[in-house]
């Protein structure tokens, strides 16, 4: 029996082509990788499913549920043994999380993207898409959550972020790194994911904001969010979970309003922590009731806290989810 592989397409600039006289990149009439020959293994049996085309800003929260959804179906009823998702590279790392977070099956879920479309000299698209078939068929992929492959590398959904406006190495995971490489001869894994975090979602309703941290920022923009009634915010913050005094005034209001607010650093790398007592610090944060996130980058707090929202807006129960 043949492993069924299913690739889904849904967008990107990895399924666009440049348009030769103006220069323009967008995407056309025909996914250009439909058309490619993916000779990867004869004990493979790939089939492609298109359920977007678009630009990866124009997928929102509810695309990602979709997609989530699709994918468990597919499992129950095709057996399919292992996806790839063409993705575009803005968005990939969120789409990539909500899954990791929102998928209940067991089986590899390989996201991949392209920085250069189909028709550019070095267009990275098609030898990405080869990759992440191999990765995806590869028995070692198995429960090590949805993961990120683009050149030559194995990243976890959780750490990776995109790192540069347009390099083809631009899929990093800060302080961790991937988790393994694709050779000619298939994937190599060197490392495991610790843990896994996974929810049951049937609808995404909140409306969660980000902000970032900033020199002299003061207390208007938290106002404004509190008068619109968002369901939460996440918040990077300086350093190690530090803010202005003069914002702390709009964090406290929020938090009286009910409304939760999880804190990540704007820094790369790190977690934040209550560490300092002066004002603004993050020890007085903790004793707001602000909640301290593991090392998520702003964008897949984001996600998580939409998805756990679902379930409950118990800051102590937050706060637990938050430190997994
Ligand atoms: N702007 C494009 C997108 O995310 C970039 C890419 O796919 O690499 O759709």
Known sequence: MKKKIMIIHTGGTISMSEDEQTGAVSPGERNPLTTIPLIVDSNIHIESHELFNLPSPHITSQHMLLLSKFIDQQVMEQGIEGFVVTHGTDTL????????LTVQTRVPIVLTGAMRSSNEIGSDGPYNLLSSVKVAASEEAKNKGVLVVLNDEVHTAKNVTKTHTSNIATFQSPQYGPIGIVTKRGAFFHHSPVSEDKYRVD???KNVMLL??????????????????????ILEALGQGNIPPTAVEGIKSLREANIPVVMVSRCFNGIVQDIYGYEGGGRRLKELGVIFSNGLNGQKARIKL????????????LQELFLR
């Not at 790392?93 to 990791?100: I, R, V």
């Not at 970032?212 to 915010?233: N, T």
Request: aromatic share 8%.
């Open 306 to 317: 939409m998805i756990a929202l679902e379930s409950t807006n118990n800051p102590d129960k």
């Open 212 to 233: 970032k941290a900033y020199a002299g920022m003061d207390s208007s923009i938290f106002h404004a969010l509190k008068d619109m009634q968002v369901d939460g915010v």
């Open 203 to 205: 609808a995404i309703t």
């Open 93 to 100: 790392e969120e789409t990539a999380f909500f899954l990791d």
